[in-house]
């Protein structure tokens, strides 16, 4: 990999697991919003600690680079169930956050893509195959 498209990936992986890792004292201390979310998906408390198992995961996975690809992965999933979340269930605006919440959302989904173009020599042959390469 270049050292341009290292520099790259890395601010990718930092942007997505530092927007991952901050919400987990929310969801872990049962803030009221992510409380709020999960029992309006009806997912309240397990969907909340499962929710933010699969965070932290994810946002260690993508500080170590060997593993960034997988953790993308893991949070592209994760996030791409939130956005469908809030585009069919929840709104774009949760309790009045003018949509912050949706918008990272979207930020580590497309941080999460990236890393995994940009590390897709850490996934099995097949996912290669699958990934664009640039």
Do not use: C
């Amino acid at each position: 990999m270049s050292a341009r498209r290292n520099i790259i990936a890395w601010i990718a992986q930092v942007v997505a697991a530092a927007i991952l890792l901050q919400t987990l004292f929310f969801k872990f201390s049962g803030a009221p919003e992510p409380v709020h979310i999960f029992t309006t998906l009806g997912a309240e408390p397990w969907g909340r600690y499962a929710s933010g198992v699969a965070e932290l995961i994810a946002g260690i996975l993508l500080l170590i680079p060997s593993r960034a690809a997988w953790g993308a992965l893991l949070a592209a999933g994760v996030m791409a169930g939130a956005i469908v979340s809030h585009l069919t269930v929840l709104g774009i605006d949760v309790m009045g956050d003018g949509g912050t919440l949706f918008a990272m959302a979207w930020i580590v989904l497309f941080a999460s893509a990236t890393v995994v173009i940009l590390r897709r020599d850490g996934l099995p042959a097949l996912a290669r195959r699958i990934v664009p390469a640039l």
